[in-house]
């Protein structure tokens, strides 16, 4: 696979033209992020269970190039099927995910992100050789982030 | 879709294009160009952006550095003697390049101080500083700052301060629909409130020369400063700032094949001798007290501290380049880059060139939107190949809105681009929609 073919896999073309997890509703807490070299925008929200403590859903909607958009439509599946299989994500889950999210997408190539872990997310494991795309990638992650840290404040 | 037949203001160069041998010759000085990228040698199409570097521009600051690095205008040694010569040759350099007076060039650390510099100084005289000289110049409420619908923010956010800080309005022409200033509605714009007209000389997303044969009479006509942003000109025709009839214009280096933190502010001496300095220190006053200070005219009067020497130097090394190269044949060899380049992507099924229909001279660049896929994927496809040009808005978001997409891919040649180099971004623009699996469908 060439670098380009490693950076737009089948599965990031496809996420990107159908994407998951898109629509937000009245009463969402959202975190809007935008990378303003080229205007990707996700605005996202993380759906809590009734007691908050864990993530049922992840809803969001943007736009902007097809790896941000792949990337939060891949976040948001990612997240559905942790919590189908019953591991819906406590803050602990969700932060340990974008951290190694992070890491892999800052290594310039030499860190994987783990398939069994990540699931089809996996396929974004090819936009860290690209410096200039990490942002666009991180968009959606990061501004699970910024929810985080706001429920963390709140108490 | 052809290009206008002149290539700058002033009409059709007859001066023959770049031989292949000459070129090739250009080529041979920017080292850069030797690099590969993906196992494709690199192909430079971003020089609106940010020009590549002759080895006698880079060799230009090194030596400076190695031989003859002081502090200029102060000290008596013989360094500081060499170092202050050289400095100031630059700025004469630069005051030939625009066909002014060597004080009334200032330089900046970039295009964008020169017009905040500029802004700052009118906000400052607005306060009630520079006395008498500097009233004429100051805003007040009920004044108004006119800029274009097209501009890079760079003139366009520093106006929004100025008019902010001294409760005067800003205002703009807009574009039409192709992506051209509407010079029509400019008449609607420029008025007896006028005080200033902030315009780019050529667009840095359509490449579209601005009317100012029409916008600049306008201004004078109701007495308003005219400051020209002339960063995408300056690299591709002769900038005459005082046969344009404006009072200030601005450039940077970097475009120029020049180094970067190196720009220049040019305004008419009358102005600058007028306006209260913005950034203060060492370097620029006559007599200090602890209660004050006296300032020097222009250019010591804006350019406290240690100003950029080694840069300064690099500037002029860069337009002794071009010079050598002369204006006349670059811009024959650009005009017909610009022709190959907009001829070329008028037969790329799927694609639109912000501002093709704009009848006006042009630079050799295109702005373009791939349907159905966003700039940024676009010019990942070009990086892929060796081709580098440039994703985003250009700092010019306005425009993009006003054009109604978000983001484009940018083409923009310099010296040393072939044809080839067109040809392969053309082919490269035209495989976008292939990659992405859209060949066929209706974006």
Not at chain 2, 115 to 138: D, E, F
Request: include cysteine.
């Amino acid at each position: 696979m060439s670098g380009l073919e490693q950076l737009y896999q089948q599965i990031i073309m496809d996420h990107s033209k159908s994407p998951h997890g898109y629509g937000l509703a009245e009463g969402d807490v959202t975190s809007h992020q935008r990378n303003p070299v080229c205007g990707d925008e996700v605005t996202l929200a993380l759906r809590w269970s009734a007691d908050g403590t864990r993530v049922e859903e992840v809803a969001w909607e943007g736009s902007g190039c097809s790896i941000s958009q792949a990337s939060a439509s891949l976040f948001a599946t990612l997240a559905a099927e942790d919590a189908d299989a019953g591991n819906a994500w406590t803050p602990d889950d969700l932060q340990a995910f974008i951290d190694e999210f992070r890491e892999a997408l800052r290594s310039r190539g030499q860190i994987p992100l783990d398939e069994e872990r990540f699931g089809d997310a996996a396929a974004l494991s090819g936009v860290s050789k690209f410096v200039a795309r990490v942002k666009c990638a991180m968009l959606a992650w990061v501004a699970a982030e910024d929810l985080l840290t706001r429920k963390a404040a709140a108490g | 879709m052809t290009l206008s037949p002149a290539p700058y203001a002033g009409g059709v160069t007859e001066a023959a294009p770049f031989s292949s041998a000459e070129l090739e010759h250009i080529r041979a000085q920017f080292p850069i160009l030797r690099r590969d990228l993906y196992g494709h040698p690199l192909v430079y199409l971003d020089s609106a952006a940010t020009a590549q570097k002759p080895t006698r521009v880079i060799e230009a600051e090194a030596t400076f550095y190695r031989e003859a690095n002081a502090a200029v205008h102060r000290g008596a040694h013989t360094l500081a003697g060499e170092a202050t010569e050289l400095y100031e040759d630059a700025r004469g350099t630069v005051a030939r390049f625009l066909a002014v007076n060597d004080d009334e060039v200032i330089f900046t650390s970039n295009a964008t101080e020169g017009l905040n510099l500029i802004a700052y100084a009118i906000g400052n005289a607005s306060l009630g500083r520079g006395g008498a000289a500097a009233a004429p110049y100051a805003l007040r409420d009920g004044d108004e700052i006119v800029v274009t619908e097209l501009e890079h923010h760079a003139n366009l956010i520093p106006w929004q301060e100025l008019a902010a800080r001294t409760g005067a309005t800003l205002r703009f022409i807009p574009v039409d629909d192709s992506g051209a200033i509407d010079v029509d509605a400019a008449t609607g714009v420029i008025g007896a409130r006028t005080r200033i007209l902030a315009v780019s000389h050529v667009s840095n997303v359509t490449g579209a020369h601005s009317p100012l044969d029409r916008l600049v009479p306008l201004a004078r006509a109701v007495g308003a400063l005219v400051v020209l942003d002339a960063c995408q000109s300056a690299p591709h025709l002769p900038l005459r700032p005082r046969e344009l009839d404006v009072d200030a214009a601005v450039f940077s280096g970097h475009k120029l094949y020049g180094p970067t933190g190196i720009g220049v502010l040019w305004g008419r001496a009358e102005l600058l001798n007028a306006l209260p300095p913005v950034l203060t220190g060492g370097s620029m006053i006559t007599t200090v007290t602890m209660e004050g200070a006296e300032y020097l005219p222009a250019p010591q009067r804006f350019e406290p501290g240690t100003p950029r020497i080694a840069q300064a130097i690099g500037l002029a090394e860069a337009i002794r380049f071009v010079d050598e190269l002369g204006f006349d044949r670059i811009a024959a060899t650009e005009h017909e880059l610009g022709a190959r380049l907009l001829d070329g992507l008028a037969e790329v099924p799927g694609i639109r060139v912000l501002g093709a229909g704009i009848d006006a001279p042009r630079v050799a660049l295109a702005s373009v939107v791939v349907d159905g896929v966003h700039a940024h994927d676009a010019g990942q496809v070009l990086d892929n190949v060796g081709i580098a040009a440039r994703v985003g808005h250009h700092c010019a978001q306005p425009l993009h809105r006003r054009l109604g997409v978000t983001a484009s891919l940018r083409v923009s040649a310099g010296v040393h681009t072939t044809a080839d180099e067109i040809d392969q971004a053309v082919a490269a623009i035209a495989g976008v929609r292939d990659f992405f699996r859209l060949t066929g469908e209706n974006a």
